[in-house]
């Protein structure tokens, strides 16, 4: 049986991303040992390794983080920028999907998605 998820992507610095996923994501640190860090997302887990090459992934990788409401969206965005951080945009209406996000990048050029997904409760 199945009881959660969790994705490893590489990064390249653990420091950097562990501070980042902590204190601008807000995310729980649930292992970390040597290179390795997890966070826990409520119903799935980000890990992360630090290889000795220390490149992160190639290509456009997207995590997105599922919020209850556009206006827990709004409260996100608005918590990260008080900390000095800076969102690619403002919270919006995707014109093709029926989305309402906003996306930051983290130390290894990955976006993080703060997302409500209208019509779908997850």
Same mark, same amino acid.
């Given at each position: 049986?199945?009881?959660?998820?969790? #994705? /490893? +992507?590489?990064?390249?610095?653990? *420091?950097?991303?562990? &501070?980042?996923?902590? *204190?601008?994501?807000?995310? *729980?640190?649930?292992?970390?040992?040597?290179?390795?860090?997890m966070f826990s997302t409520v119903k799935g887990?980000?890990? /992360?390794? %630090?290889?000795? @090459?220390?490149?992160?992934?190639?290509?456009r990788l997207c995590l997105s983080l599922n919020?209850v409401s556009e206006a827990g969206v709004d409260? *996100?965005?608005?918590?990260?920028?008080?900390?000095? &951080?800076?969102?690619?945009?403002?919270?919006? #209406?995707?014109?093709?999907?029926?989305?309402?996000?906003? /996306?930051?990048? @983290?130390?290894?050029? +990955?976006?993080? %998605?703060?997302?409500?997904?209208?019509?779908?409760?997850?």
């Amino acid at each position: 049986m199945i009881t959660s998820n969790v #994705a /490893f +992507y590489p990064c390249s610095s653990i *420091e950097e991303t562990e &501070a980042f996923y902590k *204190e601008v994501i807000g995310l *729980e640190l649930v292992f970390a040992k040597g290179k390795s860090r997890m966070f826990s997302t409520v119903k799935g887990h980000f890990g /992360f390794v %630090e290889y000795p @090459d220390k490149k992160p992934a190639t290509g456009r990788l997207c995590l997105s983080l599922n919020c209850v409401s556009e206006a827990g969206v709004d409260v *996100e965005y608005n918590r990260i920028v008080s900390l000095g &951080a800076k969102p690619q945009d403002k919270p919006k #209406a995707h014109e093709t999907y029926p989305v309402y996000s906003f /996306f930051i990048e @983290d130390p290894n050029g +990955y976006l993080v %998605e703060f997302q409500k997904i209208n019509g779908v409760e997850l």
